[in-house]
């Protein structure tokens, strides 16, 4: 085989980080995308996005000529492994939408090969790996397909890949071993080895798990915060030197997965999953309940100008997927005389200077608390209103 590994979806967040780290420990791989203008700049030596020490590594793997970039399929059939980083996602009525990675597989499978091994990366539905074992058994191609789940936090992917054990699963013992083979050579840490379905569900159950963390920091602060009360004030006094309270700070919850997986991980269960439906709810509603909380200090609201300071869906990351800064941003609009938007990060024509928008805005709301805001003192600026769910600003304000 020309190439060791094939990475179908490699210049997106999950398939770049993966190749580059592979490229690195000396498996000659090639990143398959169908965005020409994003290879050329990926072949240039440039990530597309962030990640800490990308830059670095994706140039070193560069140098060494075991990262390679293609919009060819062809290369398919040049590797021995073919990974998809190709997920599930959820429609308009919060069901998974498996159409997408079938209609994926059904495009390549030509270039598919008897002895390849093909790895799903991304998070699935529930039997996605069996029902793509049982697609290439009907085409008669003797494939291993195995689910090895992506479990890294955004942004520090090349950090993660090799500090954390992975999660390894096969239909058969010598797909097993093979892919145990492989990703033994990006962590030094345990692998484990799970049944696929088992390997499906607890990916889903992690990110359904911090979804629901998230909900009860908030809704927390929610019961507070509507009753007049300082949330973290109360939350210092749970936490400090107390470690079963275990509990993350309140904040928009957001990005590609975690809303998604809690659904798909109802779907499964007949939409019977009482706790991920109400986290949706308490999440989902946070930007209405901070904008309530401005028009108690913002009455005449109609009149005024909202500053909302971070559009990505967290800190320190331009992704700005399934943010939730952009559903304040939408509600906002409905509410106030002018919205104005900054980050640091994010490529995007209507945001404007941070300068603007403290000049300009009458309240100005911390949506994404990048570091670059912790040089903002609320309190030279007595007249405006400013909220800040994180309590990013405990000392100024």
Known sequence: ??????????????????????????????????????????????FPFMERGGEAALKKALKAKTLL?????????????????????????????LHGLMKVVESYSAYVRTGQTVILRSTVFPGTSERLQRYFDKKGLK???SFCPERIVEGKALEELSS????????????????????????KRKIVVMEPIEAELAKLFSNAWRYLTFAVANEFFVIATEHGLDYHKIYAGMTEDYPRMNLPRPGFAAGPCLLKDTMQLAAFHSSNFFLGHAAMSVNEKLPAVVLRQLEKKLPDMHDKTIGILGMAFKA??????????????????????????????????????????????????????????SKIDPKKYPKKVFIDIWNFWPKNN
């Open 1 to 46: 085989m020309k190439y060791d590994l094939c990475i179908i979806g490699g210049a997106g967040h999950v398939g770049l980080p993966l190749g580059v780290a592979f490229a690195n420990v000396g498996q000659k791989t090639v990143l398959l995308d169908t965005n020409v203008e994003v290879l050329n700049m990926i072949s240039s030596g440039s």
């Open 69 to 97: 970039t293609s919009p060819d399929p062809e290369v398919i059939g040049q590797s021995d492994v073919v990974v998809m980083v190709i997920g599930t996602p959820v429609d308009e009525h919060l069901a998974p939408n």
């Open 143 to 145: 494939v291993g397909v």
């Open 164 to 187: 954390l054990p992975q999660i390894i699963s096969g239909f058969d013992p010598k797909t097993v071993k093979k892919v145990t083979t492989l990703f033994s050579r990006l962590t």
């Open 316 to 373: 320190e990351s331009d992704d700005i997927r399934e943010s939730l800064s952009y559903k304040l941003k939408k509600i906002a609009m409905t509410k106030a005389g002018a919205v104005l938007c900054h980050d640091f990060y994010v490529d995007d024509s209507r945001l404007v200077s941070l300068k603007k928008l403290i000049k300009e805005s009458d309240a100005i709301i911390l949506a994404a608390p990048h570091k670059g805001y």
